[in-house]
């Protein structure tokens, strides 16, 4: 393609097109690593060209809606091995908590979490994920509240739970 053939070839649909196959990049090694800047030159062109002749052949060069779909497939079945997990917000917010003796499934969460942090930490109980704030969850509570500096009500409220959330996050879930 010549430069005079680009002219209409710029813009977000470009910048779109150069991010997907940037993205697939990281797990097609025979396709370049381009930075999207929006402009259809002879890099993309070039991606576009490895993706058909790997992936969806003919080679053309070109992108008609059948091979922006073909790219945009690729990229999606990518995106859903390699981003991250969503968050999760596993405790309501405005001052709830699950005193000693209750039953809730929010205390299900903080059990589980607690029974991974228990393989780093010594002095927790790690009781069944069963959603009773039992003797032992209590005591898994008020150790990590010890350890806050909070007060050891035993009681699973909402400081304790972003405590014990970025516990696991750091102990258990970055570790794996």
């Known amino acids: 393609m010549t430069s005079a053939q680009h002219v209409n070839l710029i813009g977000?649909?470009?910048r779109s097109l150069q991010t997907m196959l940037r993205d697939l990049s990281f797990h097609y090694p025979f396709l370049p690593r381009i930075t999207p800047d929006g402009v259809f030159g002879e890099r993309t062109l070039e991606a576009?060209?490895?993706?058909?002749?790997?992936l969806f052949p003919p080679v053309t060069g070109r992108v008609n809606q059948e091979?922006?779909?073909?790219?945009?497939?690729?990229?999606?079945q990518a995106l859903a091995h390699t981003d991250p997990p969503l968050p999760l917000r596993g405790f309501p917010a405005g001052g709830y908590a699950d005193a000693p003796g209750d039953e809730s499934v929010h205390l299900v969460l903080a059990q589980t979490m607690f029974q991974g942090l228990a393989r780093t930490?010594?002095?927790?109980?790690?009781?069944p994920?069963?959603?009773?704030?039992?003797?032992?969850?209590?005591?898994?509570?008020r150790w990590l509240q010890r350890?806050?500096?909070?007060?050891?009500?035993?009681?699973?409220?909402?400081?304790?739970?972003?405590?014990?959330?970025?516990?696991?996050?750091?102990?258990?879930?970055?570790?794996?």
């Open 48 to 54: 576009v060209m490895l993706f058909q002749r790997e």
């Open 67 to 76: 091979v922006w779909d073909a790219i945009a497939g690729r990229y999606l």
């Open 12 to 14: 977000q649909p470009v």
């Open 121 to 127: 930490f010594s002095g927790l109980e790690a009781p």
């Open 147 to 176: 350890a806050a500096g909070l007060p050891q009500t035993g009681a699973l409220d909402q400081q304790s739970w972003n405590i014990l959330s970025r516990l696991y996050t750091l102990f258990v879930t970055l570790k794996a």
């Open 129 to 141: 994920a069963d959603g009773v704030n039992s003797s032992g969850t209590a005591g898994d509570l």
